[in-house]
């Protein structure tokens, strides 16, 4: 019997103790009066608005940043691709220019054939009628 006792001892003393914590507990989550709870809710919201304005700084000063050097990389992509035209330029200029000083040759070239053609045609004529 002094067994059950004890365990009923342990058991009341644990109803106490739970109920004790349990009263401190419902006191310090009690919920506030209304005029507490707005005035809280009011500085929550002014520390929430002020937060937002300083996020806000932020995201403009880092869209503004973003912005520049996207600016300064486009000219610098644009700036090396007239570079790259001109070059390109350039060298068909240059490709034209041997193209038609070839040509230029080859038609000389063809001409004095032709004209040498035309002396041998003749030479020829010549020597056939003293024959």
Do not use: C, F, W
Not at 22 to 28: C, I, K, R, T
Not at 72 to 90: F, G, P, V
Request: charged letters at 35%; hydrophobic letters at 40%.
């Amino acid at each position: 019997m002094e067994r059950n006792e004890g365990l009923v001892k342990g058991l009341v003393i644990g109803m106490l103790a739970g109920g004790a914590v349990g009263a401190v507990l419902a006191l310090l989550y009690a919920p506030k009066s209304g005029k507490e709870l707005r005035a809280e809710l009011r500085t929550k919201a002014e520390g929430l608005a002020d937060d937002t304005g300083e996020y806000l700084e932020a995201a403009k000063s880092k869209a503004s940043e973003i912005v520049g050097d996207a600016k300064k990389r486009s000219e610098h992509l644009i700036t090396d691709a007239q570079k790259k035209a001109n070059t390109l330029l350039e060298d068909a200029d240059k490709l034209l220019t041997g193209a038609r000083q070839k040509a230029s040759s080859a038609a000389e070239e063809a001409s004095r054939l032709k004209n040498a053609a035309k002396a041998g045609v003749e030479a020829y004529k010549q020597e056939r009628g003293r024959s």
